[in-house]
């Protein structure tokens, strides 16, 4: 089946634009995720959604960021007022896991979107 | 949750077996390790999942001693595909998963 999409593959802004970066989950899938990974390093935590309320915000950096999953399938990822230090590139994930779950399942990553900020 | 730490590279050649030990001296009752791989331009795809013992899919096997302080991911006869960045992470049952901590992870470089 399809996995996680995320569009686009590349983004290059200027910076202090706004972008949207989305994200298209695995079709069920409760929870869905944002990442953010810079060259060399592993994927950091942004945000984390069960359905469509933001259970955990705690990675976003700051209040130029935003995600929003208005309906409990795709998400946005916005970014106001870009800098040089937010290119990276951006991974959505989503998993079956519903609240209560003991096992949590498996994150299903997306192949992320590429920010440059110019 | 429990930090963890492996070694930043390995290399490998072809055909042999690889073993990548992880470090999560804090684990506690109710955590569990899982394993993730990455190859370049793509998103982490997970490996594999254990809370003690052994446990074995048809990528890999994960090896948890009793005191479960560490655990080591073993890749049997590698090949150059195997070459990606391998995370070693550290979850909780029934814990809001989506703060998952992975590190900088281990970059496995398979050779012919």
């Known amino acids: 089946g399809a996995g996680v999409s995320q569009t686009p593959s590349n983004k290059v802004t200027e910076k202090g634009k706004y972008v949207e970066l989305r994200c298209d989950p695995i079709?069920?899938?409760?929870?869905l995720y944002w990442y953010r990974q810079s060259l060399g390093q592993g994927p950091e935590f942004l945000i984390y959604?069960?359905?469509?309320?933001?259970?955990?915000d705690s990675g976003l950096p700051n209040d130029r960021f935003f995600a929003v999953r208005p309906e409990g399938s795709v998400s946005t990822l916005k970014i106001q007022r870009t800098e040089r230090g937010d290119s990276a590139v951006y991974l959505c994930?989503?998993?079956?896991?519903?609240?209560?779950?003991?096992?949590?399942?498996?994150?299903?990553f997306g192949n992320g979107t590429r920010l440059t900020v110019t | 949750l429990a930090k963890t730490t492996q070694p930043i590279s390995m290399d490998s050649y072809e055909g042999q077996e690889v073993n990548i030990t992880c470090s999560h001296n804090?684990?506690?009752?109710?955590?569990?390790i899982t394993w993730y791989q990455q190859f370049p331009s793509q998103g982490p795809r997970f490996i594999i999942q254990?809370?003690?013992t052994k446990v074995t899919n048809e990528v890999a096997s994960l090896f948890i001693p009793a005191d479960r302080k560490s655990s080591t991911l073993s890749l049997p006869r590698v090949s150059l595909s195997d070459t990606a960045v391998y995370y070693c992470?550290?979850?909780?049952?029934?814990?809001?998963?989506?703060?998952?901590?992975f590190g900088k992870g281990t970059k496995l470089s398979v050779k012919p």
């Open positions: 994930a989503s998993s079956l896991t519903s609240p209560g779950n003991t096992n949590n399942s498996p994150l299903h």
């Open positions: 079709s069920g899938h409760t929870a």
């Open positions: 959604f069960q359905g469509t309320g933001a259970a955990d």
């Open positions: 804090n684990i506690a009752t109710n955590d569990y």
């Open positions: 254990g809370y003690k």
């Open positions: 992470l550290v979850e909780r049952y029934g814990g809001s998963q989506g703060n998952l901590i």
